[in-house]
């Protein structure tokens, strides 16, 4: 967007060496996934570069190489899958104004898009698309679209069609910029290619109901194209109609007589993040191409409040026909409820169909330190795991622009996420270098702190009865609730109950009653943190 400045123990030794080596396994592979089995890498770092708003793409005919970029005109390149990087200033006669957006077409040539500012035009009066053949050596002094009169062209992101290299974009076109009068009018266009970026379609408008130009909930933006097995294009976006997608079956000439809603995103997508610039919940669309069970699936994901203003969660909505109808959001962050988590973004490795979602992540604190986590889903969408990826957290500062969005891609289990990271009032943009081996199991303590080691319950699996032992490392005051795998807390241990330092062990057994056979997880809340295990529940 444009920049104006969430039982008893059993004594068999044989028994208590088989619990004790399980444990084992169990804390080594949680504290790998909490202290850095997914090496972090610092694309930028350079103060004066003030970098925020990233992107990334991979080469898929070569993905060692891989291109990012950040605000305002900063770009990167990587021959090496993302351990080095080799940066650039991108110019353009259009001006440049950020909000990169990147693409890599079928022969290997990198696009940056962006936003324009030209010495003898308007503000923001086009989309601008450049090239490079050669990782940055050489850039085309650029190409445009959107170009209408005074008013402004923003928040755009672009596609390509891997059968014909032709090249697809939408954004949102606002009459003026900020203006709360009723007759200016925001409104989501497109445009399209079919000469490698050289040549752009005159832009046409796809929504049915317009917005205002305030740039807040009414307002309609978040359009990112998607392409189908068949070369469909879906885009949604967010406005006053909640989330809704329109779509073509013909490469943009036509679209549908109405939007297709999506989903509500109650609050809308313009909220407020604790010592964040500005935070929104705009969707993100994708859809898979690849050869797997769920091959056409359209998924689009969001954030929103609607469990409240301290609770931001990471959501994503699930077709299965092509758009006609759209199955109940499923919440992708799997932590319990009271947390913010926001500025996710999606994608797809379409060589086997799997989904990541990354974003922001204040789970594990009490405070405004912020992680950076990584959703997984191997069963289109139903079902996700949640991984730290972020090597040590941070603390934003709600006087610095922070950026409108993260971004990631990912190709044949080459995963690679990108983020702005703001600490100590310094901004840096980082990626990591994911390791596929440990996405195959949760996150299970879920704080840094070591004042707290929770422990497995046992037994596990349950029938009637467990035991909950943690220890502690200081006296505390701690709560103890059992959620859902959907975080809905089913079962209130206790609240604000004084605990002294030393070796605690509880019966869980009168609580349990009313709780059905599944899989839960138990939540112990100090003023350090969250720490919690999964737990489950058997028939007898």
Known sequence: MTKHLKMKYTHHNNL???????????ILISSFDLFGQHKNIVIDGQVSNYPNEPSLVIDPNNPQRMMAASNINNYYFSEDAGENWVSGKLSSVYGVWGDPALMVDNYGDFYFFHLSNPPGGNWIDRIVCQKTADLGNNWTPGSFMGLNGAKAQDKEWPVVNRKNNHIYISWTQFDNYGSSSASDSSHIMFSRSFDAGDNWEPAIRLDKKGGDCIDDDNTVEGAVPALGPNGEIYIAWAGPEGIVLDKSSDEGSSWLKNEIHVSDNPG???YEIPCIFRCNGLPVTVCDTSQSINRGNIYVNWTDQRNGLNDTDVWLARSVDGGESWEEAVRVNNDPPGKHQFLSWATIDQTNGTIYVVFYD???YTDNRTDVYLAKSEDGGLN??????????FVPNDGIFFGDYTNINAHNDIIRPIWARLHAGELSVLTAIVNPEFLTSENEKIAY?????LEQNYPNPFTNETYISFKLHKAEILDLNIYDVNGQRGINIFEQKDFTEGKHVLRISDQLINLEAGVYYYVLKSGDGFFYKKMIQVND
Do not use: Q
Not at 16 to 26: A, D, E, G, P, Q
Not at 449 to 453: A, K
């Open 384 to 393: 996700f795991t949640n991984h730290l990826i972020s090597e040590a957290p």
């Open 16 to 26: 208590t060496s088989k619990i004790r080596t399980i444990s084992l396994v169990l």
């Open 362 to 364: 204040r789970r594990n």
């Open 268 to 270: 809308g997508w313009n």
């Open 449 to 453: 702190s070591h004042s707290i080691e």
